[in-house]
């Protein structure tokens, strides 16, 4: 059963015309899951065609997820789903409230026709590597979340490099890819500027830091800024066995530290925004109403979504930076 057909002179390269006959086939079922294509070898015979072009042809099915190869057997049906046409490798550092928010703005401005497949690698190198080089090949695009992993480039790129998108963070090493992404450094520099006149009636300012998962420019940003309008200033790593002193503002990139802090002002009867303050990262629906409100530092996530699909669709080659803002609430 002839299930590829080429034509000369018609206007679509050969490449696609490979796929629509596929296509048409699942869709006629005349190929069913677990058929065997006819090999590389015999189309390129049959209809005088170089192996690139037999290649690309199936590495793009591939990609889709509609088939699958066996070394040294052949390629085979994978899925008769053929209205999928993009498939999407998204790989975050881990899942929470931002991210979520950024993962469901995505989807919903992707638009129809594509499987959008989310992996985390939780800050771990290995799991990293693992998933990139497990996925390599199977996909349309891939997302990719470094964070401030090290030595994570070079196996990014293995990848194709005209199908990979970075997100959130990126590095120098990263500089060729699109990306929307944040600049942390001068989001929180220019997020305390913007509410310095307030921070002028406090003592002291202390970031807590752990630097684990934290971008590094955070901390780098805050230390310019305490430098260059002379506040007071210390970095912490964690928020134990401490008393919080009045006249200090506790700048928090970590939520568990933010829940510590207003534990532990309570134990002192400390009032937020009068005693001492608060400046929060990242904008959650709960911090509008958690101790009168949580002044925050935070990028827009849900705009981050949207413009990371229009890129892809549009297959836009930019590097864009995400738009930060300090929302003040009683904590400050």
Do not use: W
Not at 103 to 122: A, C, E
Not at 304 to 332: D, F, P, T, W
Request: hydrophobic share 40%.
């Amino acid at each position: 059963m002839k299930v590829i057909t080429i034509q000369n002179n018609l206007g679509v390269p050969k490449y696609k015309q490979i796929i629509l006959s596929i296509e048409k086939a699942i869709e006629e079922e005349k190929l069913v899951k677990g058929d065997q294509l006819p090999s590389v070898n015999k189309v390129c015979l049959e209809f005088s065609l170089s192996r690139d072009t037999v290649l690309q042809a199936y590495d793009e099915l591939k990609k889709r997820g509609i088939i699958f190869a066996i070394l040294g057997k052949g390629y085979y049906i994978k899925s008769t789903e053929i209205t999928i046409k993009q498939r999407i490798f998204l790989l975050f550092d881990e899942l929470n409230i931002f991210k979520e928010d950024l993962y469901n703005s995505f989807l919903k401005n992707i638009g129809k026709n594509v499987q959008v497949d989310i992996f985390f690698h939780y800050f771990n190198v290995q799991v990293f590597k693992k998933l990139i080089n497990d996925n390599n090949g199977n996909y349309t695009k891939y997302i990719i979340m470094p964070t401030n992993l090290i030595d994570v480039a070079a196996c990014i790129k293995t990848l194709p490099v005209n199908e990979v998108f970075i997100l959130d963070q990126t590095n120098i090493d990263l500089d060729n890819y699109p990306t929307i992404y944040q600049n942390h450094k001068k989001d929180i520099y220019d997020g305390l500027h913007k509410g310095k006149s307030r921070l002028n009636t406090y003592k002291k300012l202390i970031m807590i830091f752990p630097g684990f998962r934290e971008p590094l420019g955070m901390k780098i940003g805050f230390e310019n800024f305490c430098t260059d309008f002379a506040f007071d200033y210390e970095i912490i790593t964690e928020f134990t066995d401490r008393e919080i002193a009045i006249g200090e503002v506790y700048i928090i990139p970590n939520d568990r530290d933010l829940v510590r802090v207003i534990e532990k002002s309570k134990q002192q009867n400390l009032k937020l925004g009068q005693d001492f303050g608060i400046i929060s990262y990242n904008e959650t629906p709960l911090k509008k109403v958690v101790a009168n409100g949580i002044t925050t530092i935070s990028t827009n996530f849900e705009a981050m979504g949207k413009i990371l699909a229009q890129m892809i669709i549009k297959g836009k080659k930019e590097q864009i930076e995400n738009k930060c803002a300090l929302i003040i609430r009683n904590s400050l």
